[in-house]
């Protein structure tokens, strides 16, 4: 009766210390404007934009906390993953000189996700994380396409799991510094057809 009784101390104290160990989930809030160089389009003209996320799951969903289950400790973003780049890839163009009445068809641009994944290590002690961007720029514009990929991976080692603050700081981070590659890039510019000032 006594080796039952301990049995079942030890069996509900492991099943307590496993439980413990699954994270909950973490919703954060990305940035929807970043500051991109100013510029002047070639011709006063509007601009169309195209977000299409490619990743084959829900759109708030970024990526996984890790630890045991990690199926169950997401990382989510306030507002689907595609309206927080649809308005800033808008607020970017507006920057660069885009939005003026024209009688000149649009530029039309798309951002195609590919990879947007937060992912940390699974186990009792989660000590490391990645983050992992890969973006598609498609420019159409009076029958020409320019099409480049941008991308960014960086791996943090940690004492412990983050915490909501430091994972919303670290993937705004990342994705500012991916989005002012793009916008800095001279390829993309051209293809824009604008003049950046500075």
């Known amino acids: 009766m006594r080796k039952l009784v301990i049995a079942s101390l030890l069996t509900g ?3 307590a210390g496993l439980s413990g160990c699954v994270l909950a989930p973490q919703t954060i809030a990305l940035n929807e404007s970043v500051s991109v160089p100013g510029g002047m ?5 509007d601009a169309l934009v195209r977000v299409v996320d490619e990743r084959g799951q829900d759109a708030d969903v970024l990526g996984h906390r890790g630890g045991r289950a990690p199926e169950n400790s997401p990382l989510l973003s306030e507002k689907p993953l595609s309206d ?4 800033r890839m808008q607020e970017s163009l507006k920057s660069l000189g885009f939005g003026s009445a024209s009688p000149v068809d649009p530029v039309r641009v798309q951002l195609t996700v590919e990879e947007f994944s ?12 990645g983050m992992k961007m890969r973006f598609m720029i498609t420019v159409m514009d009076n029958g020409k396409t320019f099409t480049k990929p ?4 960086e791996t943090r080692s940690l004492a412990a799991s ?16 991916l989005w002012q590659h793009m916008f800095n890039d ?5 293809a824009l057809n604008v003049t950046v000032q500075g």
């Open 162 to 177: 983050p915490a909501v603050e430091y994972n919303q700081k670290w993937v705004n981070e990342v994705l500012d510094k």
């Open 41 to 45: 389009p070639a011709i006063q003209r």
């Open 186 to 190: 001279k390829e993309l510019q051209q």
């Open 84 to 87: 927080v780049l649809t308005a």
């Open 118 to 129: 937060y992912q940390c290590n699974e186990g009792a002690i989660v000590n490391e994380c």
């Open 150 to 153: 941008y991308s960014a991976n």
């Open 13 to 15: 104290t492991m099943a």
